[in-house]
Nanobody, 126 residues
Framework: VQLQASGGGTVQAGASLRLSCAAS????????VGWFRQAPGKERDLVAA????????YYADSAKGRFTLSGDNARNSVYLQLSSLKPEDTAVYYC????????????????????WGQGTLVTVSS
């Protein structure tokens, strides 16, 4: 399985971006896709996650009300809409997939994820 993250860029504060995570090699239907981000000098943290079989979602506090997840099983893709971006959202954003059999409680554990994309850089200027 390969994950391809895309959609990053450089924007001004208040702007929006849509990140995409496309999977190839197998279906995602029994996976949860998480979006993580890593800012310079900081640890990589979970921003949001979506379980594709029932579209259950999780958002970190920093993402609530500004970021929106959606999934397209037909396209084997997950999208993260970033709105009202702030300079502190600047980071490399990674998508990753975890098998549902590992349990929803494991979605924040990076080591539990089976597949990772290469990351896409989001830079927000003030």
């Amino acid at each position: 399985v390969q994950l391809q993250a895309s959609g990053g860029g450089t924007v001004q504060a208040g702007a929006s971006l849509r990140l995409s995570c496309a999977a190839s090699g197998r279906t995602f239907s029994r996976h949860t896709v998480g979006w993580f981000r890593q800012a310079p000098g900081k640890e990589r943290d979970l921003v949001a996650a979506i379980r594709l079989r029932d579209l259950l979602t999780y958002y970190a506090d920093s993402a609530k009300g500004r970021f929106t997840l959606s999934g397209d099983n037909a396209r084997n893709s997950v999208y993260l809409q970033l709105s009202s971006l702030k300079p502190e959202d600047t980071a490399v954003y990674y998508c990753a997939a975890i098998e549902d059999r590992k349990g929803w409680s494991r979605i924040s554990d990076q080591n539990s994820y089976n597949y990772w994309g290469q990351g896409t850089l989001v830079t927000v200027s003030s």
